[in-house]
């Protein structure tokens, strides 16, 4: 026969739950294209807000019309995709990988950076518009 503590035992035991089993979605759960999506559309916004707390919002959608300089939904778009893609190229999309707070803050932010850098450098030396400083900074800073 056997021993009350293994009756005890067999009795109380519970099979061992695998995964997410919540249904609860969790951010390590999500996929490096979901990130993609999310990123851009993030910096979508930053970019819009941008162009609206500049006090020459308005000259500077006019001057758009006429060429000189780049309207608020081309750099939107822009510096979006320009941002989404330098962060999936440095890994920021990548699930696993050690996560340190200050680590990913300056990952943010050089790629935030380069990002900035990459379309301005772009849209002055290709499609020869200009953006203001003044959008550059908040861009940036959002």
């Known amino acids: 026969m ?11 035991t519970k099979p061992r739950q695998v995964g997410n089993t919540t249904g609860r979605l969790k951010l390590s759960n999500i996929g490096p294209w979901s990130w993609f999506v ?3 559309a993030i910096a979508y916004v930053c970019a819009t807000i941008a162009f609206w707390l500049t006090p020459y919002s308005e000259s500077i959608q006019e001057q758009a ?6 309207g608020q939904m081309g750099f939107s778009f822009g ?3 320009t941002l989404a893609l330098i962060a999936h190229i440095a ?10 707070s200050l680590r990913l803050l300056g990952h943010c932010a050089f ?10 450098i772009e849209l ?3 499609h ?11 861009t940036f800073i959002s």
């Open 124 to 126: 002055l030396l290709v």
């Open 38 to 40: 999310i990123d851009y």
């Open 91 to 100: 890994g920021l999309h990548e699930p696993i990988q050690k996560r340190t």
């Open 2 to 12: 056997k021993s009350e503590t293994a009756l005890l035992n067999t009795r109380h």
């Open 111 to 120: 790629v935030a950076l380069a990002a900035v850098l990459l379309l301005n």
């Open 128 to 138: 020869y518009y200009v953006v203001g400083r003044l959008i550059t900074f908040f």
């Open 65 to 70: 019309v006429v060429g000189v300089h780049i």
């Open 79 to 81: 510096f979006g995709l």
